[in-house]
């Protein structure tokens, strides 16, 4: 999958895999339709950061919730 044209499929892909990772139970949250497609970008970033990084610690996905829902609509 090519990531690097935004849009609302490839925005969806990144949300779900974030969900995966970061473990997310409230799924809500991670709704397509509640972000805006301008903040692809940062959310593309967040992914990338997520991925490279592999484990993550209960403080470190706390943070990228906060930061997540400081981007939503």
């Known amino acids: ?5 935004p849009s609302t499929e490839n925005m969806k892909y990144i949300l779900d895999t974030l969900s995966e990772e970061l473990q997310i139970v ?3 949250i991670m ?6 497609l301008d903040k692809y ?3 593309k970033m967040m992914y990338e950061m997520v991925k490279s990084k592999g484990q993550l610690s209960a403080f470190e ?4 919730i906060q930061e997540l829902s400081s981007i939503r609509k």
Not at 1 to 5: G, H, S, T
Not at 61 to 64: D, G, I, L
Request: hydrophobic share 30%.
């Open 61 to 64: 996905k706390q943070a990228f």
């Open 1 to 5: 999958m090519n990531l690097d044209q």
């Open 26 to 28: 409230n799924r809500s």
């Open 31 to 36: 709704e397509v339709e509640d972000y805006n």
């Open 41 to 43: 970008e940062d959310l």
